[in-house]
């Protein structure tokens, strides 16, 4: 059996080889967050444009302004102001944050260093030449490129394409993901279930974990546990990106899924994963879809989409595999676990100052969802690893949609 990382590598390897060119599509930057690009923007002139003042306070000639010093302020300059003149020697311009550093001036001295009497303005410590201006071009040349194809549109990247007006953006068409639940207890989430039945959430968490990732999801229904309705509606999901099930990949007697992408010749790259909750995962190819069999259980489905099914978005998008949220923290209370599986348990990571400490939530297993919403990371528990002292430092995969 692969371990999570291994398979995670299987699906990152297959997904990579697959990769044909992605249609594009131009996106407006109000609408391109999460959008992964496929042109470089470029600037279309230098950055900083002028010489600017990172500070309200005098320009002045870094020579001239020295501890106790006093020169004369001649005018002031604001953000947006056109500048033209030169310092005059001997004096200063009073400058605001945001404006133009006029030439002849090589620093800015904060208005707190400072004091005025009339035109005169007194200097209480000695100004270091550059102090306080970003100099012209510093930040990007002219035509410089500033974002590269494949890079993923987040608030500071779609600022930066803002900034050197390229409004509109060409970016990768977002792969489509279609969501396939299964179960014959399963109904819609706004029917009311049966005593028996129980609504569909996987659907809903599995639609907005494809949007977080960037991926657009494409719901079809739920499939009973029949092989014909099975086949039917995953024939349908096999004509997107994509195919995300959720269910019927565990041993029982009704877990049909795998039957049927047998017999629709689906290529399997793993069937099972060393994790709990999660082990029966599937990866598979069938046609040109890529087709992951998420176990049912609504925290096995969730945590086998962040570790097998994001990569496999980010690559279908354009953009590199991103790695797993994985950080450092210190377990807050003993923790036991059975060895052989590498677990992941709803936790809580709190900052104490800078160093996070975690707990596992008291949850009920895989089928606990109200554990996981209580949580906002997993805690990961190493397959060799049984009992872990408090204080030990463990790792921890954040629930970046939370925290
Ligand atoms: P399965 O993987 O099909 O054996 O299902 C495992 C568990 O997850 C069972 O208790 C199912 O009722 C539950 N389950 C399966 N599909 C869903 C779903 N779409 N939404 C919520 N729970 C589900
Ligand atoms: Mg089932």
Excluded at 6 to 35: C, H, M, N, Y
Excluded at 98 to 107: E, I, L, M, R, S
Excluded at 341 to 353: D, T
Excluded at 361 to 380: E, F, K, M, T
Aim: net charge negative.
């Amino acid at each position: 059996m692969l371990t999570y990382e291994q398979a995670r590598r299987t699906v990152i390897e297959e997904v990579a080889k697959a990769k044909g060119p992605r249609a594009t599509a131009t996106i407006s930057v109000w609408d391109a967050l999460g959008f992964v690009l496929a042109e470089e923007v470029k600037t279309e002139r230098e950055y900083p444009p002028f010489h600017r003042s990172t500070r309200d306070g005098y320009a002045v000639r870094a020579a001239e302004a020295s501890a106790g010093a006093t020169l004369r302020c001649l005018t002031e300059i604001k953000a947006g102001d056109t500048v033209t003149h030169s310092l005059v020697a001997g004096t200063c311009v009073q400058i605001m944050t945001g404006a133009a550093v006029p030439d002849g001036a090589d620093a800015v001295v904060m208005i707190e260093h400072t004091s005025r009497d009339g035109d005169s303005v007194r200097f209480e410590r000695a100004a270091q030449p550059g102090q306080n201006i970003v100099p012209r071009g510093s930040e990007a040349q002219r035509g410089e490129t500033i974002l590269s194809p494949g890079m993923r549109l987040g608030y500071a990247e779609l600022a930066l394409a803002a900034q050197v007006g390229a409004t509109q953006l060409c970016c990768g068409r977002k792969p489509r993901l279609a969501i396939l639940s299964t179960g014959d207890e399963v109904v819609s989430v706004d029917q009311q279930p049966g005593a028996f039945q129980i609504r569909n959430s996987n659907s809903v968490s599995l639609a907005a974990q494809v949007r977080l990732a960037g991926g657009e999801p494409v719901l079809l229904s739920n499939a009973a546990d029949r092989i014909d309705d099975l086949r039917a509606k995953i024939e349908r999901g096999l004509k997107e990106d994509a195919l995300v099930l959720s269910g019927g990949v565990s041993m029982g007697k009704y877990d049909l899924v795998e039957t049927v992408l047998k017999e629709l010749g689906a290529e399997f790259y793993f069937d099972a994963v060393a994790i709990r909750p999660g082990k029966p995962a599937v990866f598979a190819k069938c046609g040109d879809a890529f087709v992951f069999g998420l176990p049912g259980n609504p925290v096995s489905t969730m945590v086998t989409f962040d570790l097998f099914v994001v990569p496999a978005i980010d690559l279908l998008s354009g953009a590199p595999a991103r790695d797993l949220p994985l950080v450092e923290a210190r377990l807050g209370a003993v923790l036991n676990e059975k060895q052989g599986l590498a677990h992941f348990l709803p936790a809580r990571v709190e900052w104490r100052g800078t160093t996070p400490e975690v707990k596992a939530l008291p949850w009920q297993g895989s089928g606990d969802i109200a554990a996981l919403a209580r949580a906002n990371c997993y805690l990961v528990v190493a397959a060799d690893r049984g009992q872990i002292s408090a204080g030990e430092t463990v790792p921890i995969l954040l629930r970046k949609d939370v925290v």
